[in-house]
T-cell receptor
Framework: DQQVKQNSPSLSVQEGRISILNCDYT??????FLWYKKYPAEGPTFLIS?????DKNEDGRFTVFLNKSAKHLSLHIVPSQPGDSAVYFC????????FGQGTRLTINP | EAQVTQNPRYLITVTGKKLTVTCSQN?????MSWYRQDPGLGLRQIYY???????DKGDVPEGYKVSRKEKRNFPLILESPSPNQTSLYFC?????????????FGPGTRLTVT
């Protein structure tokens, strides 16, 4: 039973438009939420995070939204750039991190 | 440069032949962890360590061993590898000081067991 789900295995977006990646979780005890980005042949790198006391955190082109009642997390990238093409993992934590399956984002020129 | 290193990066081995994947970090991090990445399953935690001589099982520990004798090193040991352990493995570390969840990952080790 997966506690963290990213239901879209892949997403294709036009350069300059908004990319929205989604993540759902089941355990309301999770109190910290993160997004990692992974390029081929590299390890994941931390992108942005949010704690359960907030519903939004912004860092440049990246914004993470948290809807605790719906147990839903999303990452918005605006504007999308070709260098954003990567696999994105959401991760949620209480005592340890649990990762989603990942979404492959492709930004088309 | 702050980093997590893993060796080897690629390994092809046969069933039953013991192997060790090394992991080392130079950030003086207390927390270290091993993950495996499989298609459609994302990253799953194998083992983690909160500090020297303190290790605990993650979600998929079967068939793996770890040790934490020094703060910087956290090797992953497969005593008798099997084909279902063919995967991409990542080591990670974090400071554990309010940033427990922001982990730094190594570049990965791709293991094939035939």
């Amino acid at each position: 039973d997966q506690q963290v789900k990213q239901n879209s295995p892949s997403l294709s977006v036009q350069e300059g438009r908004i990319s929205i990646l989604n993540c759902d979780y089941t355990n309301s005890m999770f109190d910290y939420f993160l997004w990692y980005k992974k390029y081929p042949a590299e390890g994941p790198t931390f992108l942005i995070s949010i704690s359960s006391i907030k519903d939004k955190n912004e860092d440049g082109r990246f914004t993470v939204f948290l809807n605790k009642s719906a147990k839903h997390l999303s990452l918005h990238i605006v504007p999308s750039q070709p260098g954003d093409s990567a696999v994105y993992f959401c991760a949620v934590g209480a005592q340890k991190l649990v990762f989603g399956q990942g979404t492959r984002l492709t930004i088309n020129p | 440069e702050a980093q997590v290193t893993q060796n080897p990066r690629y390994l092809i081995t046969v069933t039953g032949k013991k192997l060790t994947v090394t992991c080392s970090q130079n950030m003086n991090h207390e927390y270290m962890s091993w993950y495996r990445q499989d298609p459609g399953l994302g990253l799953r935690q194998i083992y983690y360590s909160m500090n020297v001589e303190v290790t605990d099982k993650g979600d998929v520990p079967e068939g793996y061993k770890v040790s934490r004798k020094e703060k910087r090193n956290f090797p992953l040991i497969l005593e008798s590898p099997s084909p279902n352990q063919t995967s991409l493995y990542f080591c990670a570390s974090s400071s554990g000081q309010g940033l427990t969840y922001e982990q730094y990952f190594g570049p990965g080790t791709r293991l094939t067991v035939t």
